[in-house]
């Protein structure tokens, strides 16, 4: 199921920065880390994703670096800066609060029901 971009648009700069946390990660490894990791609700496209990096990286939430991939090829990388981690932080505790009003509502999904 596709999520309107409404929704995605305070969920998707969340999850990028969340994915980001795990480590440095080009373009297509982040749109693959969050479909998969999403079952495919946050499968974003490249022309979604690179405006929220471009975005983000304005804000000094991410930084950028081109790095030498393991194919030999040159890629550019992002990454967290201290500002993001913080960010991160502070949106991970709103988000969870408003999950938990959107289940008190009955609206929340179960644990289950998103794809493995």
Known sequence: ??????LLRGAGPLAVLKTLE???????ELVEALARQTGGVL???QSTL???LY??????????DWREADSGR???YYSLTKSGRKRLARDTEQWRLL?????????GPAAAEVPA
């Open 74 to 76: 040159e890629r550019k």
């Open 22 to 28: 795990r480590g440095p990660r080009y373009g297509y």
């Open 50 to 52: 690179y405006p929220l």
């Open 1 to 6: 199921m596709r999520i309107e971009s409404e």
């Open 99 to 107: 999950s938990g009003a959107m289940q008190a509502l009955g609206l």
């Open 43 to 45: 499968a974003l496209g």
């Open 55 to 64: 975005n983000l990286e304005a804000k000094g939430l991410i930084e950028a």
